[in-house]
């Protein structure tokens, strides 16, 4: 049997690549230090005999007992309001943390994957992004705690491979949306549904008129799996390309709910990128891998999912 580490494993991502890999019959080792997880999120798993939990967190030394032959490495807050808050937890998760796990595949011999991001395309100059684009970040800027940890995680990642002749695959996620989300982690999918279901307004940040291309759960799982499978190891981008700007994405938002609020306007961030949509050619040539679910089904599926949350959830105020 397959053993697997996925670091991460109580947050969204992380928790859905469990159950996929419980699904195709590996023994899933879960480990999280639940800064911004819930084990909510894979108490379902606990009673599985292939399912382990290791609560710790991945800066400190890494052991996993007995042979490990993949590693997805998802440990990291994620989303902007986390990763401002706990700028420090960020930068080491992503360079200490990375360097923690790629010794720990070196001494198992076993392949990893590592989680990075559409953010290392930071306020991108070419569109849509390529994966041959050096991208435009802002190292001193507010979002470049998360930036540069990405970028500094892929480059000692590609060092791992290429002194130590590690096994590596490097996921560039874009936009990625589903069930257990965090509501109130203010990332725009979970902020407008929550405000629409609690009867208030939605935030529009600046004017409206950056993009975002938001990818359902299942097509980025389905992509994890077969880069991780592949013999690439280069940096993929994995994602949804239909892009939106964010006012659009609000009266889809209030359509879908049918909540009678408006739109109101805040400022926007600093460096928040202008527009983002991935170029998945790589994607489609090497792994055989498009998005297949649409917007509107897969709002819908989150939608349902957040209307099953109590109201105690709903109002509880994280930030
Ligand atoms: P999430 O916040 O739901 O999950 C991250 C998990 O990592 C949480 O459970 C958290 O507790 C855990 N964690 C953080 N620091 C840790 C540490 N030091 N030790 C152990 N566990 C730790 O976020 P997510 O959306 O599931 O993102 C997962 C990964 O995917 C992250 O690496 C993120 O950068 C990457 N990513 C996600 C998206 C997206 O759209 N969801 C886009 C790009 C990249
Ligand atoms: N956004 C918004 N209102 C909100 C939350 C986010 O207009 O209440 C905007 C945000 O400024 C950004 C886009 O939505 O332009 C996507 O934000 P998110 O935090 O989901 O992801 P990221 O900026 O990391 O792509």
Redesign the pocket.
Known sequence: MKRILI??A?????SHLCDRFIKEGYFVIG???????DLKNIEHLFKDKNFEFYH????KFVHVPGKLDYILH??????PI?YLKIPI?TLK?GSL?THNLLGLARVKNARILI?S??EVYGDPLVHPQTEEYYGNVNTIGPRGVYDEA?RFQESITMAYHTFHGVETRIVR????YGPRM?LNDGRVIPAFIGQALRGEDLTIFGDGSQTRSFCYVDDQVEGIFRLLHSDYHLPVNIGNPDEITIKDFAEEIIKLTGTNQKVVYHPLPINDPMQRQPDTTKAREILGWEAKVSRSEGMKITYDYFKTLSSEELLKEEH
């Open positions: 670091t991460g109580a947050g969204f991502l992380g480990m999280d230090n639940l800064i911004t997880g710790h967190d991945i800066t998802f440990a990291s807050p994620a989303s986390d937890q998760v943390g989680a991001t559409s990405k996620i874009f936009n990625t965090r």
